[in-house]
């Protein structure tokens, strides 16, 4: 089938994968039906064949000097090495001899893997040479000078998060210690990496495999050569499998497929399945309406949209969202500890083992092993649902207030300091590089462009007058410091900090999207740093609908009419008989449980009004007259405001 996809103008073409499931198959020449186990174990058989073969290549090209000729681009002729890693390995005359009877392709997809983890060694290989280059005096840390010269050491190394440098920093010390000397580079300090076992199809052609749909857009057949048996020694042990695929609802009938990359489960085979449609174009500048997300202390993500109006004038329309996770984020919280648990055990028992062969724990290890597994695979699945969560929640938030981008704060550099350790443990368990990047995922669909903008005092500064703002604990306690409340002592604006980042958020962005770079390596859309003439344009402007009344719940509520919640007059002296105005005296010490407060719209009270002393008001007796829904004309503007 043609991988050409016909585009209109203003669309582009968006490549993006989806997850499959391989149930069954059948072999073609005998008919014979495979079921999900049995397809599993043929597939695992060319798996292990790949693997031994990427293992091989990986020992002998694993070092400094064929990574640095691999990632140069160019061969010994000068000639520019092609795109595929296994075409390049082959230009550069580095081959593998396969341990059984395999076709030509069986090598492609071990090239392939074993090019592609070459190539991805080279960023890891340049940041460690430029640590090691500049060791600080102390590696727990740095002065502002070595801070300069780590950057320089290493290309890109001026827009590198700090958080990147300080963690492969940490990485080097143990070894340090252990061998009273620095590693010579990254190979030595990591060693081989592990061989995963799956079959990249990407790089075979129809002699191998190959996939089209059938007349429901919702399947596809994955045709396939497979061995029969674990060494095949001829051409006549591999035979052809037909594999029908479910497609996911979230591939369009209109996307060209591509071969899937298969990786085992356990007795299932997993395909990602890759495939390329039309998406409208993204634009870098020419917004109007954005969208700001503020990664937020105690709630995951808080959200808000804002107009840039043609006069300059910065406008939200409402007071913004939150995305609030702390029932996951606490289940979370507690599968960590769970899995520390047994990292200790475990360790505990390889001392006890030693180098024993043969001892009454290693059973026991093994069930370790296997229960840490399974917490492990837990973490990721709940980080996984997470993710797409929070992505999807923004995405909606763009799309209903008409946003045509979403500026994200960027957090990359973020070190929290002066909360407790257990807040920099929480926030460390955050998947926030999972969330952008599903949040750019799912807002190509859409042509929404998400832009990652400095982080740089948009919690501090006030977003309607960019002075810096005192901190509370709380509104009702506003001379207590904290860091959860914000008041600001010009414009008197006061608010969550969370909502007030998202504001300046927002505004940045407007003000700076003509600085906006699309990064060559990760294709990403970023606001690489701040501009003081443009950030004194970064204010929002209020509307009428936006005061700045007092919150703090310290001073009195004005109303129109007011209505005391008890009587003001004093009631008079007790009597021995008769009834007082508030009702009987109580006769006990111990007065009666106030009414509850959430009473439904019918709920009748039977209470006295002696409950008033535990403040549930003084007629306890009235219920709530029944609400009354009536259509109300939207009286709004053109755009959406969120709640």
């Known amino acids: 089938m043609s991988r050409k996809l016909p585009l209109a103008e203003g669309e582009s073409a968006r490549t993006a994968c989806a997850r499959g499931l391989l149930r069954r198959g059948v072999e073609e020449k005998t008919g014979e039906l495979l079921s999900a186990s049995v397809l599993a174990e043929r597939v695992g058989w060319a798996a292990d064949l790949v693997s031994g073969m990427v293992a091989s290549l990986l ?10 000729v691999l990632a140069s681009g160019v061969d010994a002729g000068g000639q520019k090495l092609p795109s595929n890693a296994w075409m390049a390995l082959r230009r550069l005359g580095w081959t593998v001899k396969p341990g059984a009877k395999v076709n030509d392709r069986i090598v492609r997809m071990a090239q392939e893997q074993a090019g592609r983890t070459l190539r991805a060694a080279k960023w890891r290989a340049d940041l460690t040479a430029g640590i090691l280059k500049t060791w600080p005096a102390d590696p727990k840390k740095r002065t502002a000078d070595e801070w300069d010269a780590v950057r320089e050491a290493m290309p890109g190394g001026q827009f590198l998060p700090s958080t990147v440098i300080t963690s492969r920093t940490r990485q080097v010390t143990p070894f340090q210690q252990k061998h ?104 870098r500048t020419g917004h109007t309406v954005a969208l700001g997300v503020d990664w937020g202390l105690n709630t995951l993500l808080s959200a808000g949209a804002a107009r840039l109006h043609d006069d ?64 492990s695979a837990r973490r990721s699945n709940l980080n996984d649902a997470l993710a797409w969560s929070a992505a999807r929640w923004a995405v909606d938030q763009a799309i209903s207030a008409g946003a045509t981008v979403i500026y994200v704060e960027d957090l990359r550099s973020m070190e929290a300091r002066g909360m407790g350790q257990g807040h920099n443990t ?23 462009a998400v832009v990652t903008v400095p982080a740089r005092n948009t919690s501090k500064h006030c977003p309607q007058c960019l002075v810096p703002l005192r901190h509370r604990k709380s509104p009702d306690r506003p001379t207590v410091p904290g860091w959860k409340w914000a008041i600001c002592p010009s414009c008197s604006w006061q608010g969550d900090r969370d909502q007030g980042a998202w504001r300046r958020i927002a505004a940045r962005g407007l003000t700076h999207q003509t600085k906006t770079v699309t990064d060559r390596a990760s294709g990403d859309m970023v606001i690489r740093s701040v501009v003081d003439k443009l950030e004194t344009k970064a204010v929002v402007t209020p509307t009428a609908t936006q005061t700045s009344r007092d919150r703090s719940k310290t001073g009195p509520t ?13 009631s008079p002296a007790r009597q021995l008989t008769g009834q007082c105005p508030e009702g009987h005296a109580s006769t006990v010490r111990e007065l ?40 109300v004309p939207d009286t709004t503007s053109d755009y959406v405001s969120l709640s």
Not at 59 to 68: I, P, Q
Not at 198 to 213: K, P, V, Y
Not at 558 to 570: D, F, L, S
């Open 426 to 448: 929480r926030m460390s368990q955050t998947v926030r590089g999972q969330i952008v990047e599903r949040m750019c995922h799912l807002a190509a669909e859409t042509g929404i």
């Open 59 to 68: 020992a002998e090209r694993w070092n400094t000097l064929d990574v640095d």
């Open 558 to 570: 004005k109303a129109a009419c007011p209505t005391p919640g008890r009587r003001r007059t004093p």
């Open 180 to 283: 009273d000397r620095l590693p010579a580079d990254v190979f030595e300090l990591e060693g081989t990496p592990r061989i995963a076992r799956m079959l990249l199809l990407s790089a075979c052609d129809n002699q191998q495999a190959g996939i089209e749909r059938s007349d429901d857009p919702g399947r596809a057949l994955l045709r396939l050569q497979l061995p029969t048996r674990p060494d095949p020694q001829s051409y006549a042990h591999w035979t052809w499998v037909a594999c029908p695929v479910t497609l996911p609802p979230t591939v369009p009938a209109s996307a060209v497929l591509h071969l899937p990359t298969l990786r085992l489960d356990q007795d299932h085979v997993r395909a990602d399945l890759a495939f390329t449609h039309a998406v409208p174009k993204t634009q």
């Open 312 to 375: 300059g004038k910065i406008t939200t329309p409402g007071s913004g969202g939150m995305f609030r996770a702390s029932g996951v984020l606490s289940k979370q919280h507690r599968l960590r500890r769970q899995g520390e648990a047994l990292h200790a055990k475990a360790d505990h028992y390889d001392r006890l083992i030693s180098n024993a062969e043969y001892h009454a724990l290693t059973g026991r290890r093994q069930i370790l092993t296997d229960e840490i597994r399974h917490v």
């Open 592 to 631: 009666p449980r106030a009414a509850s407060r959430n009473q439904g719209v019918t709920t009748i009270s039977t209470h006295h009004s002696r409950g008033a002393a535990r403040g549930a008001g003084f007629h306890l007796h009235v219920h709530a007259t029944p609400p009354r829904w009536e259509h």
